[in-house]
């Protein structure tokens, strides 16, 4: 940590998950409670001032009980950002295997929405505004490079399997370490994905993007990118949200509800095409 810190890196992400020691067994982590703590006081005595815990609700042997005990101990350690993410089960992985099987039980939905309810009551009232659905922060310490993202700005991404955009094209390396090291010494590209988006495509990734924000999306920005008119080339999704009640406009820019923060992948999906 302390090499990492002299070199120069200033921000430091640790994907604590969760504070219960069963919770974390669970889902197949290595990591327990104590060793968490013990990695985000080491990285404070190294140096780093500026550092994120990441979060997940909606696990296996989760309780909302057990969920506000982990952003309880989060919160006392004092980070600067903390990420928070609903569970999301990735097909082909052993997790989604045991759940799909009935070997693994995942909390109830009324129990999940009570747990994101309860984040989004409580880190607010300890100091982390919330500046995108699953990311909070204390003032100043939002995340640039999730910023650059959202924003659809170009970024470049170190490292194997670092994710890149250039405006145009989105390009990845090979996420095989072996493939990478090669490559790298052997001076050939590490790329082992690239994809370059149509406008369609990328208009309606502009636009859910923009809306995971708390700021939303400008009208005039996108006619700027884009040169079309948001509210006319969506007129219909659009009035679909604001119907029902996921969608609201303040002067130029539109931006999703609280309900449509909750309901987020609902609302990005009426914009894809």
Not at 7 to 31: C, E, K, P, T, W
Not at 107 to 120: A, G, K
Not at 136 to 154: D, F, M, S, V
Request: charged letters at 25%; a negative charge.
């Amino acid at each position: 940590l302390q090499l990492l810190r002299q070199s120069g890196f200033n921000r430091l992400s640790l994907g604590m998950q969760s504070f219960d020691d069963a919770v974390l067994a669970g889902i197949g982590r290595i990591h327990r409670a104590e060793d968490a703590e013990k990695a985000f006081t080491d990285a404070r005595a190294a140096g780093f001032e500026n550092i994120s815990l990441d979060l997940m609700y909606g696990l296996p042997l989760q309780s909302v009980s057990g969920w506000k005990k982990t952003l309880d101990r989060a919160v006392a350690l004092g980070p600067d950002h903390i990420s928070a993410y609903g569970l999301k089960l990735e097909e082909g992985t052993p997790l989604e295997s045991a759940v799909t099987s009935g070997q693994v039980a995942l909390p109830s939905e009324e129990d999940e929405e009570s747990m994101y309810d309860l984040l989004n009551d409580f880190l607010p009232s300890q100091g982390y505004a919330r500046y995108e659905i699953s990311n909070y922060a204390t003032p100043g310490r939002e995340c640039r490079h999730n910023l650059k993202y959202w924003n659809y700005e170009i970024y470049r991404g170190f490292g194997v399997a670092a994710h890149s955009f250039d405006g145009v094209d989105r390009f990845a390396n090979t996420d095989d370490l072996s493939t990478y090291v090669e490559s790298l010494t052997g001076g050939m590209s590490c790329e082992g994905f690239r994809e370059t988006l149509d406008l369609p495509t990328a208009m309606a990734e502009y636009v859910f993007l923009s809306l995971r924000t708390s700021r939303g999306l400008s009208g005039t920005n996108f006619s700027r990118r884009f040169g079309r008119e948001f509210v006319e080339y969506y007129e219909e999704p659009i009035a679909r949200l604001v119907r029902l009640g996921l969608l609201m406009q303040e002067t130029d820019s539109w931006r999703l509800t609280e309900r449509g923060m909750k309901l987020g992948n609902q609302a990005f999906a009426e914009f894809l095409p």
